[in-house]
């Protein structure tokens, strides 16, 4: 019914940039919000950054400054534009979304792509 995809994933050494994105497909109606969530070995997932339909944007702390989290609604795609990354940062990044479906609202994760910084 409905897939999120990620991608943009890889290698990058510490101080570098990517820039994921995560398309959303299937029946949509429209999405409230899409946020980023990774999770590193040993550790629980946690939040990275969300942002709303209407573009208001929420980061956790330890990634404020240096991420950017964006979207087109059009597209039903978010993006995280990731700069100055750490070691820390190194995780598998989660995109989910809160979907309105046609008869419901709920919220779908991707399958996560792999974010590895080391030099």
């Known amino acids: 019914q409905v897939q999120l995809v990620e991608s943009g994933g890889g290698l990058v050494q510490p101080g570098g940039s990517l820039r994921l994105s995560c398309a959303a497909s299937?029946?949509?109606?429209?999405?409230?919000?899409m946020g980023w969530y990774r999770q590193a070995p040993g550790k629980q997932r946690e939040l990275v950054a969300t942002?709303?339909?209407?573009?208001?944007?929420n980061y956790a702390d330890s990634v404020k400054g240096r991420f950017t989290i964006s979207r087109d609604n059009a597209k039903n795609t978010v993006y995280l534009q990731m700069s100055s990354l750490k070691p820390e940062d190194a995780a598998v990044y989660y995109c989910?979304?809160?979907?309105?479906?046609?008869?419901?609202?709920?919220?779908?994760w991707g399958q996560g792509t792999q974010v590895t910084v080391s030099s």
């Open positions: 989910n979304a809160a979907v309105n479906l046609i008869g419901s609202t709920r919220n779908y």
């Open positions: 942002i709303t339909s209407s573009g208001s944007t």
């Open positions: 299937g029946s949509i109606f429209s999405i409230n919000a």
